[in-house]
């Protein structure tokens, strides 16, 4: 499927000579970015999907594109017998993510590789989707939107945030840029991986095209600033 008209990314700019992605060689300096630079959107991921009540024990949740896995292990600690599954193609980051929930001993987490272009569930099978910042770096933002709509239940919905400042996202970039540059200062090995690569902002009327393009019952949409969300249900 074609990608939206305005340039999107897919996470090869982001790769070294040898194929290895910066988020795969780098897994340390990625998780603590993203951890620490992006906004954590948890209680308003809390709010649009459970404001009514918390989630009844076995509702399964996917967090796509979950990379070190934050809001898996946050949402999985927060509601007793949530069943938060993160999907990322990266290895090293689902390693870590895996990591970090047994070191917390959550059980109810867990972490697969998968294609966010094909995930790896059946039809109508979760209950709701989190994606955060992953159109950024993808090319194939219908695609991965049809896939959502495919996987979640009647009824269920999808928590979508991104950024709308390419200035700050450029910001967050060159820190990561900074970093990696000071590692390959104590280890001459991680100078051969370049940079990360560019991102692609959304401006308001391309984020609302690619929300609205699945047959959604509601799609609520909201910004400030610096993001832009969106909260779409399926028909039930």
Known sequence: MSALPIGGFDRSPSR???????FERHPAIYG??????????????????????????????????????????????????LMMVGIDSSEAQLRR????????????????????RALPRPDGSVAAVIVSRLFTVLRERDQVMSEI???????????????RSAVRTGVALG???????AASLLRPAAAESPPPGASSVM?????????????????QREADRWYQYAVCEKEA
């Open 16 to 22: 070294d000579p040898s194929g290895i992605a910066l």
């Open 32 to 81: 603590l970015w993203r951890e620490h630079l992006f906004r954590d959107d948890t209680e308003r991921i809390c709010a649009s999907l459970w404001g009514a009540g918390p989630p009844t024990p076995g509702t399964t949740v996917l967090e796509v594109g979950c990379g070190p896995g934050h809001y898996a292990r946050r949402l999985a600690a927060r509601f007793d017998g």
């Open 97 to 116: 993510a895996r990591a970090a929930a047994l070191a917390r001993g959550l059980s109810g987490c867990s972490f697969e590789r998968g294609d966010a």
């Open 149 to 163: 709509h495919r996987v979640l239940r009647p009824g269920g919905f999808a928590f979508v945030a991104e950024p």
């Open 175 to 181: 820190l990561m840029r900074l970093t990696v540059r």
């Open 203 to 219: 401006d308001a009327a391309v984020f609302g095209r690619l929300m609205e393009g699945q047959p959604w019952a509601r799609v």
